[in-house]
């Protein structure tokens, strides 16, 4: 399948389901999660070099880099999870660089691209979650990588259902084509409306 073509019927891809279009996504949503990324590792290593360092989002007791960084969720793999973003997100982008230039990649790639972004996906929802319930405190460098990481896993998916990789269905091809961004916007709704309703004093006073 050509980048011209879509599986099973004649149409036109949208643009972010194009090589390049998709290339340009990938690279402006991941160098956005990366630098968030990169400025919570150099916050950490100033937090390992000295305990008492005040990081630059500690705003007030519930928008706190610090102690988010200071929990053990922050290291679930015995490092910080930031170095897991560092790595991750220059793939992404390295991918998006790639498209740009015309790279073509095979189906097997947009598969494990598919369960890389997915399992980004299924971690930062479990970040979230200890972040609201068990820390009790926000980071806005991770929200920034909350934020990417959601049109990233919305838009992965509908590039992969609008190139065939999900099966010939021309509805499903049509449900993301006409929805990702809505449902991009819901998800970032339902996470911005958890955030404020748990942590009203931090916005509200």
């Given amino acids: 399948m050509t980048q011209s073509n879509i599986q099973n019927g004649p149409g036109v891809l949208p643009w972010w389901a194009t090589g390049r279009g998709f290339g340009l996504f990938a690279i402006v949503t991941g160098a956005i999660a990366w630098i968030a990324a990169g400025i919570l590792v150099l916050e950490r290593l100033e937090l390992f070099k000295n305990p008492d360092y005040v990081t630059s989002c500690d705003l007030n007791p519930w928008v706190s880099c610090g102690t988010v960084m200071k929990s053990w969720q922050a290291s679930l793999f015995g490092f910080p999870n930031p170095l897991l973003g560092i790595v991750g997100f220059a793939i992404v982008i390295t991918v998006g660089m790639g498209?740009?230039?015309?790279?073509?990649?095979?189906?097997?790639?947009?598969?494990?691209?598919?369960?890389?972004?997915?399992?980004?996906?299924?971690?930062?929802?479990?970040?979230?979650?200890?972040?609201?319930?068990?820390?009790?405190?926000?980071?806005?460098?991770?929200?920034?990588?909350?934020?990417?990481?959601?049109?990233?896993?919305?838009?992965?998916?509908?590039?992969?259902?609008?190139?065939?990789?999900?099966?010939?269905?021309?509805?499903?091809r049509k449900f993301f084509t006409e929805w990702s961004w809505i449902i991009t916007a819901i998800l970032w709704v339902l996470v911005a409306a958890s955030v404020v309703l748990r942590f009203p004093n931090a916005f509200f006073g």
């Fill in 99 to 172: 498209l740009l230039s015309g790279a073509n990649f095979g189906r097997w790639f947009w598969y494990g691209m598919q369960v890389g972004i997915t399992a980004a996906l299924v971690f930062i929802i479990w970040l979230w979650s200890q972040a609201l319930y068990e820390i009790n405190a926000l980071c806005p460098y991770c929200m920034v990588v909350w934020a990417m990481v959601i049109p990233l896993f919305v838009f992965t998916t509908a590039r992969n259902a609008v190139h065939g990789l999900f099966g010939k269905s021309a509805g499903l």
